[in-house]
């Protein structure tokens, strides 16, 4: 029973607080330090119970109460929310603290008088005074920058994977992101890898024990596009020592797409043709296009209105089954190998529709190598259909525009 | 715990539906910093304890279990001192590859592979610098005061390898056997192993990046990614029958490069 009353008692809150929130502007300004709680008893001439929460001073009237006109209207300068546990809204018989508030503490305007004068408006509802009207009640008080309706516009210039095992990933992402409401976005992008290759370990491997990772475990991902939703499900900011604000969210993204993949067939090589060496670049097969899914999370900091820093973790994650290089399947490798020892054309054997033989057939003009020394490279990807689930988890650093 | 995560997934399905977000209408706030920073640890002492997971595994696998004691000289920067203890092992992969080349007789000469030492008893001393202060707004009210740090230090760490290439007395090459189990198929029933096994003492450093929740008055949770830094050793040119036959063989490596661990480390700090 406890849980469903817990949720019950937070469905209930949930509204009440939005409502609570959204009448602010009927309402007083809000007092300084307006976060959740406040001590039963608030007086600002008591010393805080706890040496270590020195905080500085609450809002404090500068003038007596009786002075204070009836009706506030003009409003008072905002504090900001952290001041917690403390009385946020002084009684009408506070009188300012001994010590000199800061310079930046909230005042409230010279005419203007407390006005919690009841105890129906110092009662507080699940710890926050909501009759209270000096009180607004927020945690974080309201966002400075409001996101709903607005487009993002995300460069990750660097896109580095940092789960790479067997694989090693670099790019560059580009995402449009429609904030539909405040906490809701729908986005789309896309990443193009400038650098996907079999990672150190793995050639590590091979060269000293001659093992290597599957053909599926080391699939490499060239580009993927993806579409999905984003949410901001907290928010807050931080100081960078005392000298400047930043708001931040927390931003959860998931989608799905789609995504281009390849696999090493053989790495850079030296060639060596009539006494002269030629450098062979590295040579991927081509393995087709899989279903991507996407989920991640991360921080977004906005600078003020327009640009923000976003600084996420995403996994791109995609099925992978290793049984086609270039179109050829292990029955085409097999009569391509059989055909290369043999030393015959290629043309009239017997291969699949999409087997992609010029690619296994002929010299480089360039580095003389012969392209049919590949092909028992190619057979060895596929004798042994493999698949995996490849999880590409990586560190996306970018900057936004919103507009 | 099922209730507390009811909770939690109510609240989070609660928040995502923008029922707040009616309450963010236009208003734009003063421009005021994290003022009145709740928590001030300055001139505190406090007792940490955390548990590391390993982020990512190669041929390795270390669950890191420590104990820390720190002093705040500033609320940005305290000195701590961590002591601790890495569980270790190897993981499967490195047990494949154990068991395979054994029988890999073709490959009759080969270098150790890299960052097969596994650290064991360690200590650091570093200073913790933590410019930010911040809070979060947490599933709508519940307001969460943190700190993000950079941790940087170090200490002496016991390291200890054990080869999966050489094996000195091989028992069974087809089936990759190299203990003295009872069974074939029996791994659990080995109580001695004949892989080469080292061990030392060496210069280790940390350095993390952390976030520190503050929870009420005197405790606290924190969220690390912490790198353990050491320098790598392994031999090369190794001759298989030389270690076969029990022998020494190859020579240390030029230039062996660092080994890093990296791991989220979960922690719980009192202060006093």
């Known amino acids: 029973m406890r849980p469903f009353r817990s949720i019950a008692l937070l469905v209930a809150a949930v509204p009440a607080l939005a409502f609570a929130q959204g009448a602010a502007p009927a309402q007083p300004p809000a007092a300084p330090g307006s976060d959740t709680t406040a001590p039963a008893s608030p007086s600002p001439a008591e010393p805080p119970e706890r040496q270590r929460t020195q905080r500085d001073a609450p809002a404090v009237p500068q003038s007596t109460p009786e002075a204070a006109p009836a009706t506030p209207s003009a409003p008072a300068a905002t504090g900001e929310d952290d001041t917690d546990s403390t009385p946020s809204a002084p009684a009408p018989e506070a009188q300012a603290p001994a010590a000199t508030p800061p310079a930046d503490a909230p005042v409230l305007d010279t005419g203007e008088a407390p006005r919690t004068t009841d105890a129906q408006q110092q009662r507080l509802v699940n710890g926050a005074p909501l009759y209270n009207p000096n009180v607004n009640v927020h945690i974080v008080q309201k966002k400075r920058f409001a996101d709903e309706g607005k487009h993002e516009l995300v460069l990750y210039p660097g896109v580095v994977q940092v789960n790479g095992k067997f694989t090693n990933h670099v790019g560059t992402a580009l995402h449009y992101v429609y904030h539909l409401q405040e906490n809701f976005a729908l986005q789309v992008g896309g990443q193009y890898n400038w650098y996907s290759d079999e990672s150190d370990f793995n050639l590590e491997l091979i060269d000293k024990v001659r093992e290597q990772a599957q053909a599926a475990s080391s699939l490499l991902l060239q580009w993927g596009a993806h579409a999905g939703v984003e949410v901001t499900p907290l928010y807050g900011k931080f100081a960078f020592f005392n000298n400047s604000l930043a708001q931040f969210s927390l931003v959860l993204s998931g989608g799905a797409g789609i995504g281009k993949t390849r696999h090493l067939i053989r790495p850079e090589v030296a060639n060596e043709v009539e006494g002269q060496t030629y450098q062979v670049p590295a040579r991927f097969g081509d393995t087709g296009n899989k279903f991507l899914g996407e989920v991640g999370g991360g921080f977004r900091v906005q600078f003020g209105e327009s640009y923000a820093i976003r600084l996420e973790v995403r996994d791109l994650i995609y099925t992978a089954r290793v049984d086609k290089v270039d179109g050829c399947n292990l029955a085409d490798f097999e009569a391509l190998e059989a055909a290369r020892a043999a030393n015959q054309p290629f043309e009239g054997l017997n291969l699949s529709g999409s087997c992609k033989v010029a690619k296994f057939d002929g010299v480089d003009p360039e580095t003389k190598k012969n392209y049919r020394e590949d092909i028992i490279l190619g057979r060895d990807l596929v004798a042994e259909p493999s698949s995996d689930v490849l999880n590409n988890v990586s560190f996306y650093a970018g900057f936004s525009v919103l507009f | ?272």
């Open chain 2, 1 to 272: 715990m099922k209730a507390r995560t009811l909770r939690v997934f109510a609240a989070l399905s609660l928040s995502l539906t923008a029922l707040g977000a009616a309450a963010q209408e236009d208003g734009v706030l003063d421009s005021a910093v994290v003022r009145n920073r709740l928590y001030k640890p300055a001139g505190h002492p406090e007792l940490s304890l955390s548990v590391g997971l390993p982020v990512q595994t190669h041929l390795t696998a270390h669950y890191f279990f420590n104990a820390g004691l720190a002093y705040n000289l500033f609320d940005t920067f305290a000195l701590e001192a961590r002591a601790g203890y890495a569980a270790s092992r190897h993981t499967g992969l490195a047990r494949s590859i154990s068991e395979s080349f054994l029988d890999r007789e073709d490959k009759r000469v080969t270098d150790e592979l890299e960052d097969m030492w596994r650290m064991g008893l360690h200590g650091v001393v570093g200073a913790r610098w933590a410019p930010i202060y911040g809070k979060i707004s947490l599933v709508a009210d519940i307001p969460v005061h943190f700190q993000t740090y950079l941790w940087a230090g170090g200490g002496l760490t016991n390291l200890k390898r054990q080869s999966v290439i050489q094996c000195t007395q091989v028992v069974d090459r087809a089936a990759g056997v190299c203990d003295n189990r009872t069974a074939v198929d029996d791994r659990g029933s080995a109580t001695e192993n004949y892989w080469v096994k080292e061990s030392r003492v060496a210069p280790v450093v940390s350095a993390a990046l952390g976030f520190r929740f503050f929870i009420k008055e005197q405790h606290g949770i924190r969220l690390e990614l912490r790198d353990w830094i050491f320098k790598d050793s392994y031999r090369v040119n190794l001759l298989r029958d030389d270690w076969e036959a029990g022998n020494p063989t190859g020579e240390p490596a030029g230039s062996p490069g660092l080994t890093h661990l990296v791991q989220f480390d979960l922690g719980y700090t009192f202060s006093f």
